[in-house]
């Protein structure tokens, strides 16, 4: 997962250096008034989401199958846990024990 935030900030990081440098060779417009960094900031934000979708599938894909390998380890040592409580709780009950 960190591979993947890494990349896409490293596309977001090359697309703030071209549009900077569209903006101030004039190929792109100036934000009004004091808003420039805004402007440039938002529009490399809009042309690097695209970009990522398509060059960072694969590396998508594989993070996901990551996430629901943990999230399924999760589900599994939680039911584990909860079986062996019920297991205790059985046996405490079987013996007269209060719970």
Sequence with gaps: MLRYTLMRLGIFAGCL???WGAVYSGIFPR?????NLLWVLLLSLVLSAPISWVVLRKERERA?????GKVDRMKANLEANRSQEDIA???????GQPS
Excluded: E, Y
Excluded at 64 to 68: F, K, L
């Design 17 to 19: 250096v071209v549009v």
């Design 31 to 35: 934000g009004f008034g004091n808003s």
């Design 64 to 68: 996901s199958v990551q996430i629901v």
């Design 89 to 95: 709780d059985d046996s405490a009950r079987a013996q």
